[in-house]
């Protein structure tokens, strides 16, 4: 009961998800990539991940835990879907998977069920550690949401690519004007260089025919 207390003073919801930044480990892998994660009724936390992704995969065959790292620095998003290796992780006090280092707060969880739903599976997790950083609050940016929306648009554009064109071709555009946005609000090079990049990547990704990656994300069109 205190732990979902504690979940919900967090930001998380039964009905809005929470963008969270999931490290899970089996055996000697470790991964980590961003993921939308939901309260249940019962003070469980569970997300939908989509076939054709490595965090699929490990759950599927056996991962025991995870940690859902909780960040808004737009640049931990990007390097978790481009550049993995760039992630700076730290041991987890509770489970044996990592978190990242110099995130806001962390929730360690052992997985607790999978369920197979077709084209994703549904992971139930038990929190088991919250751990808040103590920070002074920001003020709102536009940019870090913007390079995050643009992610979303980029990893919805790879499943939509062969079956739907036209829906691919307007997540482009839509990555068009988040990458406005980010213009329009920071002069900060390397946030521009980002959104510049999740832009060309849409561009190659229309070029080449098919993709093994899947992961389409119905919820957020
Ligand atoms: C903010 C955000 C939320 C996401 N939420 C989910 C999700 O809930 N389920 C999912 O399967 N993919 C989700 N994705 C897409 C995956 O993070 C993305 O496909 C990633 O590259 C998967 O990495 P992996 O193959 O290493 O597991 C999300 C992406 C972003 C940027």
Known sequence: MVIYMNLEKLGFSR????????????????NAAPMGVLLNDEGKIYLRVYKGQRTHDMIVNGAEDCVLNITSDPILFYNAIFEKEKIPYCPAERVSSPRIRDCD?????????????????????????IN??????????????????????????????????????????????????VYHSTENNR?????????????????????????????KS
Request: with cysteine.
């Open 105 to 129: 707060a962390y929730v360690e969880c052992s997985i607790i069920n999978v369920t197979g739903h077709g084209e994703y599976v549904k992971a139930f997790l038990k929190p088991l550690l």
């Open 15 to 30: 009905s809005t998800y929470s963008e969270v930044i999931l490290t899970v480990r089996l055996e000697e892998m470790i």
């Open 132 to 181: 808040v950083a103590e920070r002074a609050v920001s003020a709102y940016h536009r940019a870090g949401p913007a390079i995050i929306e643009a992610l979303i648009c980029y990893t919805r554009l790879l499943y939509f690519k062969d079956a739907d064109r036209e829906k691919a071709e307007s997540l482009k555009k839509m990555i068009g004007i988040f990458r406005d946005i």
């Open 191 to 219: 946030l521009r260089e980002i959104a510049t990049k999740i832009l060309e990547r849409s561009e190659e990704a229309l070029l080449t025919k098919k993709t093994t990656s899947t992961c389409g994300l119905p919820k």
